[in-house]
């Protein structure tokens, strides 16, 4: 149970660091435009440095499986998602597209990759770009149908061209072709990666912050989509798989990425195309609190459930 501690110490050190967070935006320290630059900064330069560096180490084809394999779960995490979704949450209402999607989509980027990296390293991270490149790839194209009805060619590209993709993309082909950069190109890169969890929960914080939480709490419909999103997802994933791939690194990274709270993506779009984003940003800003206490909780019925 090394593992479950090892999480419980660092979404500890994370809950810390948002809370701070909150009191820097209500004291003035930081304001949207501050979180803005934050976003950006992570989008376009952190995550992509960490994502990057977890590519670089010699070729190697058990590796190699291993990622093709988490590739294979990541597209099954986010159908069960789907499928989940679709069975629970079904009444028709304005709500409803921001429920599922909260529901199917995880903050893989902001909060796993900190998690993952502080908990696994590198590997860990090597195995989690295979969730980011089907999160990237779904998003953009079930994600914007359901919100908007249709998908253009623009949006499927946006998939390929993120800032993410850009950075996995050159990881693989530097992996494949076992290119590896010196350590005087790597130190900065591994620095600027390394900013990722201070600057995610600053971020996660400040979204907080700007949020009702006591009066969000008392929707009874957010404790429903909290339940089938933090419990009832990642505890299905790992009754299916974990009888097939164990409760190693790989399904570790797997069971984080799916017990993940609801993405930031679900809230930007929600803006975009005028679907209550009040309520996006309340799903984003509540699942995110409980998360810190279910995602140890999904590790330990990973390492618990017996084969």
Known sequence: MEIVSLAAKQIFTMFVIIIIAVVCYKKKLIDNNGNNVLSNLLLY????????????????????NGLLI?????????????????????NKQADLVNERLAVIYTNCGFLAIPLVNEIYGYEGVFYLTAYITVFNFLIWSHGIICMRGS???????????????????VGIIFYVAGIILPDFMMYPLEYLGDMNTPVAMLIAGVCIAQTDITKTFKKPRIYLVCLLKLIILPLVFICIFKPFFGDGILMGVLTIATASPTATMCMIFAVKYDKNSTYASELFAVTTLLSLI?????????KALPV
């Open 70 to 90: 988490s590739l294979a779960l990541a597209l099954a995490s986010h159908l069960l998602g789907m499928l989940i979704a679709a069975l629970f949450l079904r």
């Open 151 to 169: 998908c253009e060619k623009k949006d499927m590209l946006k998939a390929v061209t993120s800032p993410a993709s850009f950075a996995i993309i």
């Open 294 to 302: 279910t995602i140890p909780l999904s590790l330990f019925f990973l």
């Open 45 to 64: 330069l952190i995550n992509p440095c960490i994502l990057f560096c977890s590519y670089q180490k010699e070729f190697d084809a058990k590796m190699m």
